[in-house]
């Protein structure tokens, strides 16, 4: 795997100028036991010193081996009056050295509960800035770890919009059961071992060198395949089975979806997960609860080629406005 490219690394309080450019600062997040995350904001959309800040406030939560680099996301969301924000989790993207650096792999933990703490410290640094409202946007990974999160910490989020959220393992019943027996023995003897890999067809196909339109660093969001451990994904597994058991989430959740899933369509259907998984558990999730399709969206829907990408980012803010 390529080195991890040279990012600003902001002193924990102090905002620097982002990877991004001059639109977007990051400032560093410690966490306990020396861990660190990200969290990067849209300068636009949040107020200088001794502004009046936004009432709502929008915290972006990628997936995995994943990071923030959607400034377009960031100026729509700016566009509807909105502060925006995002956190790379603890190994990911600007956050990756600090675990790495600590012997850590990157993009990965033993256990995906400590993500809370990410979270924890994101949520905190936003409502400090005076945001009445605060919605966190979830994707994939992201989509499974923010309601967790929000079910066991009441009142920290008052909304919740998950993109393609990974609730299901996106295999056949019993592959997922023969899968569960294996991580469960080899997350305990053996956490780093290597029991399946990301495929890397859907990254490559998003990149503007293959057949996409973006320009993210492929050292933060591989081209090629990317291994999975033992202990992290029965920790996803778990906190899969979690959602599964119903969360009663007492705020408003949206969750959006592709229209479709298959194997090698990857800009206009959902090739990493099923569509199907994430309709079937969303109402699990609370009682208030929307579902939205969205028609030829790729698995991360804000990377839709258009106009299914339109129609996710109206979708979205639309129901954002629409909060109570």
Known sequence: MPDAPAAPRPDAGAWRE??????FQARTLPLPRGAEAVLVRHVPSTPGEGGTPARTAVLYVHGFADYFFHPHLAAAVAG???????????GHGRAWDAQVTAGGDPNQVRDIAVYAQDLDAAAAAVRAVGH??????????????APLWAAARPGRADALALNSPWVQLNKPGPVRLAATALVEA??????????????DGYARALHRTHDGEWDFDPAWKP???????????RSVLRA???????LALDIPVLVLTSDRSTADQHLT?????????MRARARRLGDDVTVRTVAG??????????????????AVLDWIEALP
């Open 18 to 23: 982002d990877v991004l450019g001059p639109d």
């Open 80 to 90: 509807r009056g909105l502060a925006f924000y995002a956190v790379d989790l603890r």
């Open 132 to 145: 009445e409202r605060l919605v966190v946007l979830g994707h994939s990974t992201g989509g499974l770890v």
């Open 186 to 199: 080899l997350g305990v003897v053996a956490p780093r071992a290597v029991v399946n890999h990301l495929d």
């Open 223 to 233: 081209h090629e395949p990317f291994p999975v451990r033992a202990a992290w994904l």
């Open 240 to 246: 899969q089975r979690r959602l599964a058991r119903g």
């Open 269 to 277: 259907t959902d090739t990493v997960l099923d569509v199907a998984h």
């Open 297 to 314: 969206g790729t698995h991360d829907l804000a990377l839709s080629p258009r106009p299914a990408r339109d129609a996710y980012l109206t």
